[in-house]
């Protein structure tokens, strides 16, 4: 029989998750704000490429944006694809997070060019990938659906993982891409070992 929960495509409490969401998406206007009023110049806590001293902006970058138009450009992705992403639950929505901004920090802090790196797009670029692969690993009809609505909505944010752009970082992209595909295949792959254990463990009468 299918795993019903992690063939589910939008969350079980979707209320809940939007709010979630909501509360996720205003912190990043709080601290916004902060640095305006204050002003407190927290894009300099960002990803410094190959700088030691740059290392814990893998930490913040994703919190912190470059002006509100920045901001503002990242909020919709950030709140249909967070709230997409809670369909696995909030213990996957972390986990698959925390991938996506560890490789796409450390990837960005290897090869990325000179300056700050900030934002929160190299996450929503992995979340993206990562609900649009998920279906196919998973072999989940109902989640390939909604990756094909994903690609041709939002299909044309791919473009952003290569250089070209002045002032964007492509690389931030392109590695949160990649941490979103890495997240897919370890969930693909626990998937299948847990499918596995449950036949292994079912006998016939």
């Known amino acids: ?27 990043l206007y ?8 204050l002003p407190a110049d927290l894009d300099q806590n960002g990803i410094l490429p190959r700088s030691v001293d740059g290392l814990d902006g893998i930490l913040w970058a994703p919190l912190l944006h470059d002006g509100w138009g920045h901001l503002l450009s990242n909020t919709l992705p950030l709140l249909v694809l967070g709230w997409l992403m809670m369909s696995a ?15 796409g920090g450390v990837g960005t802090w290897l090869v990325g060019a000179p300056g700050t790196h900030v934002g929160a797009s190299g996450v929503a670029f992995g979340w993206l990938v990562f609900l649009l692969v998920r279906g196919f690993l998973v072999r989940s009809y109902a989640q390939m659906f909604v990756a094909l609505l994903l690609f041709f ?38 998937t299948r070992r847990d499918s596995g254990t449950a036949s292994a463990g079912t006998l016939p009468a």
């Open 1 to 27: 029989m299918p795993d019903r929960r992690r063939a589910r495509v939008v969350p079980a409490n979707p209320v809940r998750s939007a709010l979630l969401v909501c509360v996720i998406v205003a912190a």
């Open 30 to 37: 709080a601290i916004e704000l902060v640095d305006v009023v």
């Open 89 to 103: 639950g909030v213990r996957g929505f972390v986990a698959v997070t925390a991938v996506v901004w560890i490789v």
């Open 153 to 190: 909505y939002w299909g044309g944010m791919l473009w952003g993982v290569l250089p070209g752009q002045q002032g964007v970082s492509w690389e931030g992209h392109l590695f949160g891409a990649l941490g979103g595909l890495l997240a897919a295949w370890l969930v693909a792959r626990g």
